[in-house]
């Protein structure tokens, strides 16, 4: 079975710019997490969503949304671009909430200059 | 909010050797995982171990919960092993589902 996938691998973007960025869970799983990692430090929680729906934002600004399919595929959406949104971007799968291991992508590295 | 502390920061070792890890939390916790991140960004599942004692090949992770720590354990070190590892918990407090991660400790193992 296919682990979790996100595309695009890597994205050069500009300031002010708008980006997304999507992910395709584990198959059977239905809940996907976002996390960014700058560089030296761990990821930090963005969003989760649960068969569809927000379970838990962390403390990012509204330009930051994101969004869960029926096929459980999710995007982030980041709008006017800062340079300091230049990050990975860690997009994580798991069956259920809470107490389930939580799978990771190979994530998207956004370079905003 | 829960707080995850790493050590070492940092270690350097030989091809061969043993080495600990820890991480302590500051609260009660539903989920720890600890994860190895390769130098392409992937984070690779090591465990899921809240409670108890793991073994997978040469690694091993004990989590003792009422003491709010746990060990990983990395045994006749390889080359293959350097990289950055995070300990991440979920808290137990309800509506928490994120995973909350370590600064890391970055392992280089030299040949």
């Known amino acids: 079975d296919a682990g979790v996938t996100q595309s695009p691998t890597h994205l050069i973007k500009t300031r002010g710019q708008h980006v997304t960025l999507r992910c395709s869970p584990i198959s059977g799983h239905k809940s996907v997490s976002w996390y960014q990692q700058v560089l030296g430090q761990g990821p930090q929680f963005i969003f989760q969503y649960y068969e569809k729906e927000e379970r838990g934002r962390g403390n990012f600004p509204d330009r930051f949304s994101a969004r869960q399919f029926p096929n459980y595929s999710s995007e982030l959406n980041v709008n006017a671009l800062l340079l300091g949104d230049s990050a990975l971007y860690l997009c994580?799968?798991?069956?259920?909430?809470?107490?389930?291991?939580?799978?990771f992508g190979p994530g998207t590295r956004l370079t905003v200059l | 909010g829960i707080q995850v502390e790493q050590s070492p920061p940092d270690l350097i070792l030989q091809e061969g050797a043993n080495s600990t890890l820890r991480c302590n939390f500051s609260d009660s916790v539903n989920n720890l995982q600890w994860f190895h991140q390769n130098p392409w960004g992937q984070l690779i599942n090591l465990f899921y171990i809240p409670s108890g004692t793991k073994q997978n090949g040469r690694l091993s992770a004990t989590t003792v919960a009422t003491e709010r720590y746990s060990l990983l354990y990395i045994s006749s070190s390889q080359t293959t092993d350097s990289g950055v590892y995070f300990c991440a918990v979920i808290p137990f407090q309800g509506g928490s589902e994120k995973l909350v991660f370590g600064k890391g400790m970055k392992l280089t193992v030299n040949p």
């Open positions: 994580a799968s798991s069956l259920s909430v809470g107490t389930d291991t939580q799978y």
